[in-house]
């Protein structure tokens, strides 16, 4: 009964939970689009290269560390977000990012750009992550997947939008200001939102979820310790393949597109947009997936998705536009998949109340993905000569992935009485 009242006195906006609760998804699309802006660093790239008469491998080197630092900080804030709030975090995170995108303004070398633009700014990055995620998990029980998923749209499609933006402030006033601008807005925007994001009261539940229960004797028993159950294993390494998969495909779209293909450079790089826009699509879908079905179901059809584009490119040939559009559609759709499976099976499988700590560790499967992925792709072409013999490895990753999927990412321990 206490419950009852404690949920009917609760507002969220003004509104009532059930209701109010919808807006803090756009709210946390809004972090993550401003937090997604690192994935744009190729705008700023040619521009510093001039200023700072740095080459191409030199101005790749902020990016990179920014990647390394958000995949290392992400799952080390999983576990002060309880102890923080959420509100105090996403504001200490918003506040790192921007001071790392002012500082890079003033940066006059590649040392001090790594260290503000990489260190600094991905550090942010890290930081905040996870804490619009967390936020709508605990507001959305009964749609954990859908939820999560349409919130982390905000990171895939961000390049899609800032990246123009930045480019016609580049434009309009060259490099320098438009990264104290950013750096501005970014810290503003992220200030303003951490005020909007709380956690709901513990075992706070929607009304039409309380209405709908019918009584069971049996209860969910989550493992006490993630690192000794055999899912969280499943789940790693099954991540880990979809990432390393979906990072070697992405890193390499627009040459795979001039040298197999042969078609025009500016038309790989412009179909960059319609891989984003898929990656982009795909998380609130397989959220929603995830909801519904097994997560091994979800992750085994990302993997038969994955084998076929593998298969396409490995008979892929000059001037099969479509062949290559296709292929690299369901590469991309595939990465924006994962990271909406693995954080919606995080919350199915381990305890909720624990998902920024168990999504953290998790989260460290997409840091090896991450790194392996954007070195062997490359190295393979150095290797062999062509970028062919990229999908061989990449399709037999995908055949493990399902048999990893099939025996291992399922629930320890389901039910008791």
């Given amino acids: 009964m206490a419950s009852t009242n404690q949920s009917s006195q609760l507002k969220i906006f003004g509104l009532p939970p059930d209701q109010g609760r919808w807006l803090l998804i756009p709210l946390g699309i809004i972090v993550l689009l401003c937090l997604g802006t690192v994935y744009a660093w190729s705008i700023f790239r040619k521009p510093l290269q001039a200023e700072l008469n740095i080459g191409a491998t030199e101005s790749l080197l902020p990016y990179t560390i920014a990647l390394v630092f958000y995949a290392t900080l992400m799952p080390i804030a999983g576990f002060y977000i309880p102890k923080i709030g959420t509100r105090k975090m996403t504001a200490i995170g918003g506040i790192i990012v921007g001071l790392g995108y002012i500082l890079s303004s003033f940066a006059s070398n590649i040392l001090a750009l790594t260290l503000t633009y990489g260190v600094i700014a991905g550090t942010g990055v890290g930081i905040t992550y996870g804490v619009p995620m967390a936020v709508v998990a605990r507001w959305f029980p009964d749609r954990k997947g859908l939820a999560v998923g349409l919130t982390i749209i905000g990171f895939g499609l961000s390049p899609l939008i800032t990246a123009p933006l930045g480019k016609t402030l580049i434009d309009a006033y060259s490099v320098r200001p438009t990264l104290l601008i ?49 899912s969280f294993y499943g789940l790693w ?6 990432t390393f998969v979906g990072l070697s495909a992405i890193g390499i779209s627009s040459p795979v597109g001039e040298e197999i293909i042969q078609i025009d450079p500016a038309l790989a790089a412009s179909s960059v947009s319609l891989f984003a826009l898929f990656n982009g699509m795909s998380r609130p879908l397989f959220g929603w997936l995830s909801d519904r079905f097994s997560p091994r179901y979800v992750a085994i059809t990302s993997y038969v998705l994955i084998l076929i584009a593998c298969v396409l490119m490995v008979n892929a040939g000059e001037g099969q536009v479509a062949t290559y559009l296709i292929a690299f559609c369901l590469f991309w759709f595939c990465l924006g998949g994962w990271l909406a499976i693995a954080p919606t099976t995080t919350l199915r499988f381990f305890n909720p109340d624990n998902y920024a700590q168990n999504y953290g560790i998790v989260f460290t499967a997409y840091g090896v993905g991450a790194l392996l992925g954007t070195l062997i792709a490359g190295q393979i072409r150095d290797w062999f000569g062509s970028y062919t013999y990229a999908f061989y490895p990449m399709g037999l990753l995908a055949i493990f992935g399902i048999i990893i999927a099939s025996f291992f990412l399922k629930r320890d321990r389901v039910m008791t009485e």
């Fill in 182 to 230: 950013l750096g501005i807005a970014f810290t503003v925007i992220i200030l303003a939102i951490s005020f909007t994001l709380k956690l709901p009261p513990k075992d706070w539940h929607p009304q039409q979820a309380i209405s709908s229960q019918t009584v069971s004797k049996t209860e969910v028993i989550y493992p006490a310790n993630l690192l000794k159950s055999r």
């Fill in 237 to 242: 390494v099954c991540y880990t393949i979809g």
